[in-house]
């Protein structure tokens, strides 16, 4: 099982790029900003420590599209 930190500054999950997580993620800082759709797909045990937040910044635009089979 892999192990992944996201911190620090925002992130850009856009134009269909996806992020997979079948290990574990401690996600203590920045938020996943969109503009033109994204997917985050949960199957692993997902540690949200901090007021973080999925972000769509351009009006009319698709957002980040989030599945969770996992642990969050």
């Given at each position: 099982?892999?192990?992944?930190?996201?911190?620090?500054?925002?992130?850009?999950?856009?134009?269909?790029?996806?992020?997979?997580?079948?290990?574990?993620?401690?996600?203590?800082?920045?938020?996943?900003?969109?503009?033109?759709?994204?997917?985050?797909?949960?199957?692993?045990?997902?540690?949200?420590t901090?007021?973080?937040?999925?972000?769509?910044?351009?009006?009319?635009?698709?957002?980040?599209?989030?599945?969770?089979?996992?642990?969050?």
């Amino acid at each position: 099982m892999s192990s992944t930190v996201f911190t620090g500054s925002d992130k850009q999950l856009s134009e269909g790029r996806m992020i997979t997580n079948n290990g574990s993620i401690t996600w203590d800082g920045g938020n996943l900003q969109s503009c033109a759709g994204g997917f985050f797909v949960n199957n692993g045990l997902l540690s949200i420590t901090n007021n973080n937040s999925f972000l769509s910044f351009c009006s009319g635009n698709a957002g980040i599209t989030v599945t969770n089979t996992g642990t969050h």
